[in-house]
């Protein structure tokens, strides 16, 4: 998957300013993944670490082969730290009792374990079954009705950010739409719906 940031790219850090720049320029990234309108599903084959970890973090779906390998080892390697952008996703995820493992210890947990903490949708058996069942999933979710997905991204993401109440654009966004007319026909003449994201 991703091992993490080229640590070569430290060396030149002789600044404060450089040091900040550099979170504040993959919180953009984390963001930005974050906000996309459709799910992002990670498919994830060897090392998942450091930034990498942060990257799928930031991903709707995660899935992994058991080959997978997690974590922040950054006590015993850089003795850096993570941003608070990514303490709150990661905790989100599995909670602050093993993100304190996690980084206390910098160990490397497998995909079972990031699987039974819930950071992992799913383990697929092999490195070659990984993009196959990526797409799999990716084309059973664009078979669903596209505002829901979108509205559901929506309100889970502004959850996150701290909003829990409101969220009345979301449901005028699905309840007033083709869609949902489409929808209804289709559940109650027994056919399959025409979604249209509209």
Sequence with gaps: ????????????????????DYERKMERVFARLEDVRIPIVAAIAG??????AGIAAACDLRIATPSARFGFPVARTLGN??????FVRLSRL????SVK????????????????L???????????????R????????????????????????RIARGQTTGGEDLILRCY???DFREGMSAFLEKRPAEWRGE
Excluded at 1 to 20: C, H, K, M, P, Y
Excluded at 81 to 86: A, K, M, V
Excluded at 101 to 116: D, F, G, I
């Design 47 to 52: 090392a998942c670490t450091g930034g990498g």
């Design 81 to 86: 730290c993570l941003s608070i952008g990514n």
């Design 1 to 20: 998957f991703v091992a993490g940031t080229d640590i070569s790219e430290f060396r030149d850090f002789g600044s404060n300013e450089q040091a900040l």
């Design 94 to 97: 599995v909670g602050a009792t």
């Design 176 to 178: 007033t739409s083709r």
């Design 134 to 157: 990526a797409l799999e999933l990716a084309n059973q979710i664009a078979a669903n009705a596209p505002l829901t997905i979108e509205t559901t991204k929506e309100a889970l993401r």
């Design 101 to 116: 493992q996690m980084l206390y210890t910098a160990e490397l947990a497998n995909a079972e374990r990031m699987h039974q």
């Design 118 to 132: 819930g950071f992992l949708n799913e383990i697929v058996e092999s490195d070659e079954r990984l993009a196959p």
